[in-house]
């Protein structure tokens, strides 16, 4: 059974950091291309960073660009979201989502606020 | 990036009734368009993939078409468990870009 798990989120204040993680299994992690998607509190989904499955190609959604870093560990079966310059409006349920989004994890709440 | 709009914005329907969502790409996307449904506090879960298949476990009553630009999301009779937020995304090019949302709501 595929199964994806978000840790890491949190209060943080504006200009903090967070790190989030999501740990895969039940399916071969370093074949797919792996994504951070979240959802600002009663708004739409929003494309935050790709990775693919060899980590040579990155994508950032130009909001995040700059303050964001996705990393992945293949051997570990772990994805990574490193958010530095936190500001309010990245306020949102983070997911990590396997390739287009035919899974998905249950999410970690950041919450941006002083 | 590729636009996507979603209409309606929110639909209301009683039970047993068919209910029609569309979708329209800001260019062509071929077949790549998903349709996916998020009840609240719970993640997005993929009901239709590739603008008409059907997820492995997805019932039946839910279903898609269209291609290119255009594209129709249908529930054939709407049940009560079927109350959820339901959002299109297209999976052509990064960033794959979803609709805004359509919230389904019984009568």
């Known amino acids: 059974e595929v199964q994806l798990v978000e840790s890491g989120g949190g209060l943080v204040k504006p200009g903090g950091s967070l790190r989030l993680s999501c740990a895969a299994s039940g399916f071969t992690f370093s074949n797919y291309m792996m994504n951070w998607v979240r959802q600002a509190p009663g708004k739409e989904l929003e494309w935050v960073s790709s990775?693919?499955?060899?980590?040579?190609?990155?994508y950032y959604a130009d909001s995040v660009k700059g303050r964001f870093t996705i990393s992945r560990d293949n051997a570990k079966n772990s994805l990574y979201l490193q958010m530095n310059t936190l500001r309010a409006e990245d306020t949102a349920v983070y997911y990590c989502a396997r390739a287009f989004g035919d899974y998905w994890g249950q999410g970690t709440l950041v919450t941006v606020s002083s | 990036d590729v636009q996507m709009t979603q209409s309606p914005s929110s639909l209301s329907a009683s039970v047993g009734d068919r209910v029609t969502i569309t979708c329209q790409a800001s260019q062509d996307i071929s077949n790549y368009l998903n349709w996916y449904q998020q009840k609240p506090g719970k993640a997005p879960k993929l009901l239709i993939y590739?603008?008409?298949n059907l997820e492995t476990g997805v019932s039946s009553r839910f279903s898609g078409s269209g291609s290119g630009t255009d594209f129709t999301f249908t529930i054939s009779s709407l049940q009560p468990e079927d109350i959820a937020i339901y959002y299109c995304?297209?999976?052509?090019?990064?960033?794959?870009?979803f609709g805004q949302g359509t919230k389904l709501e019984i009568k």
């Open positions: 590739d603008a008409s």
């Open positions: 995304q297209q999976d052509d090019n990064l960033p794959y870009t």
């Open positions: 990775i693919n499955s060899i980590s040579n190609y990155i």
